[in-house]
């Protein structure tokens, strides 16, 4: 007798598809393959070793940070980029994860390597060949940390960045982690393979804080630096809001940038502040510009931003940018601010490098650093209930009292200087 065989509906193929990727995500990160991925590491730093000392290409090799619609990544890049000399190849998981600067891009070759830092060792064999066929032609080999190496997002993206540099010290190469943070909460994991990339590997922290939390592991190469921002030099006018800004001057309203963070932005409550923040800026006497710092699925600040300033669209002393800028165009639009409320920190500090006093939510460890560095400690905000009491005390408070805005002002050159520190050996 026949039967009918009804085909597997593509919702379920979907589901199952979706449960193995779980499963799998998992299991990269757990305990064992953890410890898996360190012992990967030893047998290409094996299959990479120079016996005896041997002339390395001329290029550096860069991994910036997971970019993918966030200003701070393309920020940390191009100031990287700015401060480098020489040919780059630049190792991307992904073709449109970052913008090449047009005044660079002669000098770089991009590589793409899907699941180069993200996907487990079993999947991995051809992406660790083609890495190590990428270590003759180069003399350096520099991470860009931000906030990535502690694993605070991912403990298998951390282990993976600090593998790389260890197969790279066993080629003989100059290897470094520029400006990172650590929450000092690391895994056993984490922490095993920052261990192994020691005495070869320069790690550049980009705060005090963070600095003192890696003081206690005893590594040999750490350098306290400050963010490569700091050192970010390019400016371009955000043509479309040049006359709302005039407006604002003429009419005697000095610009208060806000900034929603679409990873914090998670409750109603977050949003009710701001809410409260936005109507009592504007109530002051202020005006208010909404800048998304990150658009993106699953963390997009133009929808969080949208939210907060939502039924205030016919008032000329609110305005929303739309779009993703550049990090030029973000160091103008900070230069025409009297401050900032910022969830993210690479807004903050172009508010900071701009001499612009700026309040900052604390997330993931790594505020308290920045802040200590540019002497604004008390303008640390808890994303939580009471947050648009404190916001609004704090922009008063910068208001009332000058002296806040000097004391950025005068630890500008210091910070300058100290972001410079990350790129020491490379220029």
């Given at each position: 007798?026949?039967?009918?065989?009804?085909?597997?509906?593509?919702?379920?193929?979907?589901?199952?598809?979706?449960?193995?990727?779980a499963?799998?995500h998992?299991?990269?990160r757990?305990?064992?393959?953890?410890?898996?991925?360190?012992?990967?590491?030893?047998?290409?730093?094996?299959?990479?070793?120079?016996?005896?000392?041997?002339?390395?290409?001329?290029?550096?090799?860069?991994?910036?940070?997971?970019?993918?619609?966030?200003?701070?990544?393309?920020?940390?890049?191009?100031?990287?980029?700015?401060?480098?000399?020489?040919?780059?190849?630049?190792?991307?998981?992904?073709?449109?994860?970052?913008?090449?600067?047009?005044?660079?891009?002669?000098?770089?070759?991009?590589?793409?390597?899907?699941?180069?830092?993200?996907?487990?060792?079993?999947?991995?064999?051809?992406?660790?060949?083609?890495?190590?066929?990428?270590?003759?032609?180069?003399?350096?080999?520099?991470?860009?940390?931000?906030?990535?190496?502690?694993?605070?997002?991912?403990?298998?993206?951390?282990?993976?960045?600090?593998?790389m540099?260890?197969?790279?010290?066993?080629?003989?190469?100059?290897?470094?982690?520029?400006?990172?943070?650590?929450?000092?909460r690391?895994?056993?994991?984490v922490?095993?393979?920052?261990?192994?990339?020691?005495p070869?590997?320069?790690?550049?922290?980009?705060?005090?804080?963070?600095?003192?939390?890696?003081?206690?592991l005893?590594?040999?190469?750490?350098?306290?630096?400050?963010?490569?921002v700091?050192?970010?030099?390019?400016?371009?006018?955000?043509?479309p809001?040049?006359?709302?800004?005039?407006?604002?001057?003429?009419?005697?309203?000095?610009?208060?940038?806000?900034?929603?963070?679409?990873?914090?932005?998670?409750?109603?409550?977050?949003?009710?502040?701001?809410?409260?923040?936005?109507?009592?800026?504007?109530?002051?006497?202020?005006?208010?510009?909404?800048?998304?710092?990150?658009?993106?699925?699953?963390?997009?600040?133009?929808?969080?931003?949208?939210?907060?300033?939502?039924?205030?669209?016919?008032?000329?002393?609110?305005?929303?940018?739309g779009?993703?800028l550049?990090?030029?165009?973000?160091?103008w639009?900070?230069?025409?601010?009297?401050?900032?409320?910022?969830?993210?920190?690479h807004?903050?500090?172009?508010?900071?490098?701009?001499?612009?006093?700026?309040?900052?939510?604390?997330?993931?460890?790594?505020?308290?650093?920045?802040?200590?560095?540019?002497?604004?400690?008390?303008?640390?905000?808890?994303?939580?209930?009471?947050?648009?009491?404190?916001?609004?005390?704090?922009?008063?408070?910068?208001?009332?009292?000058?002296?806040?805005?000097?004391?950025?002002q005068?630890?500008?050159?210091?910070?300058?200087?100290?972001?410079?520190?990350?790129?020491?050996?490379?220029?």
């Amino acid at each position: 007798m026949l039967r009918w065989v009804e085909p597997v509906s593509s919702s379920l193929v979907a589901k199952a598809k979706g449960w193995l990727f779980a499963l799998e995500h998992r299991l990269a990160r757990s305990w064992v393959s953890l410890r898996c991925e360190l012992l990967v590491a030893r047998w290409d730093s094996i299959l990479v070793s120079r016996p005896v000392p041997s002339r390395s290409g001329p290029r550096h090799l860069l991994v910036p940070t997971v970019g993918m619609g966030n200003i701070g990544d393309q920020a940390m890049l191009e100031a990287w980029l700015d401060h480098v000399d020489g040919p780059v190849t630049l190792l991307l998981a992904r073709v449109d994860s970052h913008r090449i600067p047009r005044r660079h891009a002669p000098r770089i070759d991009v590589v793409v390597a899907p699941g180069l830092l993200d996907a487990p060792w079993w999947r991995r064999r051809g992406l660790r060949a083609s890495l190590r066929s990428l270590l003759p032609a180069s003399r350096t080999v520099s991470i860009i940390g931000a906030d990535i190496m502690d694993g605070g997002y991912d403990k298998l993206e951390a282990v993976l960045r600090f593998n790389m540099l260890t197969v790279a010290n066993a080629a003989g190469l100059s290897t470094r982690v520029t400006g990172f943070s650590w929450n000092g909460r690391a895994s056993p994991a984490v922490v095993r393979a920052l261990r192994q990339t020691q005495p070869g590997t320069e790690l550049c922290v980009r705060d005090p804080h963070s600095y003192e939390r890696l003081v206690s592991l005893h590594l040999e190469k750490l350098v306290q630096v400050s963010d490569m921002v700091f050192c970010f030099n390019q400016t371009e006018p955000y043509e479309p809001i040049v006359g709302w800004c005039d407006r604002m001057a003429i009419a005697g309203r000095r610009i208060v940038i806000v900034n929603a963070s679409g990873l914090l932005m998670s409750s109603t409550v977050l949003l009710d502040e701001y809410r409260y923040f936005v109507e009592t800026m504007l109530a002051d006497g202020f005006a208010v510009l909404a800048v998304p710092h990150v658009i993106r699925p699953g963390d997009d600040d133009l929808a969080a931003c949208r939210s907060v300033v939502r039924g205030l669209e016919g008032d000329d002393a609110v305005l929303l940018i739309g779009e993703l800028l550049s990090p030029a165009q973000v160091a103008w639009v900070a230069s025409k601010a009297f401050a900032t409320l910022s969830g993210r920190m690479h807004l903050a500090i172009f508010s900071l490098l701009a001499a612009r006093p700026a309040a900052v939510l604390s997330s993931q460890g790594k505020v308290s650093g920045l802040m200590a560095l540019t002497g604004l400690d008390d303008f640390i905000l808890s994303p939580a209930v009471g947050l648009g009491r404190e916001a609004v005390e704090a922009i008063r408070r910068i208001a009332r009292d000058p002296a806040i805005a000097g004391v950025v002002q005068e630890r500008l050159a210091s910070l300058r200087g100290m972001a410079l520190d990350n790129f020491v050996g490379l220029r």
